[in-house]
């Protein structure tokens, strides 16, 4: 296999039979050693979390194929940290889609003279940033998607439903476990004419809180996993 991107929680390599393996690091998004969905850059090394998120990761894309939703999963090694999956082309250098279903974070730094942190937002908010973590992962609209040639119009509305529909699926889950998801980032891919959803579901990508206080990826997997 041939590494063909090195990237913040994942390595990337690609296989001869024409699929991708990810290798899951230890590596989380944060600022200052706080652990945060919302950051673009590795902010702290948690022991053991490459396999957790791995292990969440699988638990929710077989949750997913039930409900008959598509992805990129084809199967995982949890030993070795490694996930095999269909190939996707990303859209543009990268994007990221974000779904709140409460207003805190990076959307409270960006909009708190308008909503109070804790605000829930009815029926979900989905919002895309370019992956450059020299800009600071700029946001995108739809229209300006398409202005870049990066997305049509149709395809993100095609994404924007899977992205609903996705995060209404793992909310739901966990709060069959006393647990609240606040927010949730996703990736998308093209492949054979669709828009998939790609990279991985796991713990260090959402935002989840516990009797008002927020659980960190760690406890989130033993959450999940061990139920």
């Keep these: 296999m041939k590494l063909t991107y090195k990237g913040k929680t994942k390595d990337v390599y690609s296989l001869e039979n024409g699929n991708v393996l990810l290798k899951f690091k230890d590596d989380c998004t944060g600022k200052d050693g706080v652990f945060d969905p919302g950051e673009n850059t590795v902010g702290l090394t948690i022991d053991g979390i490459g396999k957790a998120n791995l292990q969440t990761s699988v638990y929710y894309f077989e949750l997913l194929k039930a409900a008959g939703i598509k992805t990129h999963y084809v199967d995982a090694n949890i ?83 899977q992205t609903l529909k996705i995060t209404k699926i793992v909310a739901d889950d966990l709060k069959t476990i006393g647990l609240d998801l606040w927010d949730i980032k996703f990736e998308f891919g093209y492949n054979n004419g669709e828009v998939i959803l790609i990279d991985e579901i796991a713990s260090g990508n959402m935002r989840v809180y516990k009797d008002g206080k927020i659980v960190d990826p760690v406890e989130l997997t033993k959450y999940i996993l061990n139920r």
């Design 79 to 161: 030993e070795e940290a490694t996930m095999e999956v269909l190939p996707g082309k990303v859209f543009g250098h990268g994007l990221e889609v974000i779904c709140r279903l409460v207003a805190t974070g990076s959307f409270i730094r960006r909009y708190g003279e308008y909503i109070e942190d804790g605000t829930v937002l009815e029926g979900g908010y989905v919002e895309c940033t370019f992956k450059n973590d020299a800009k600071g992962d700029p946001l995108v609209t739809s229209e300006g998607l398409a202005a870049l040639g990066v997305m049509s119009e149709e395809l993100f509305k095609s994404m924007k439903e």
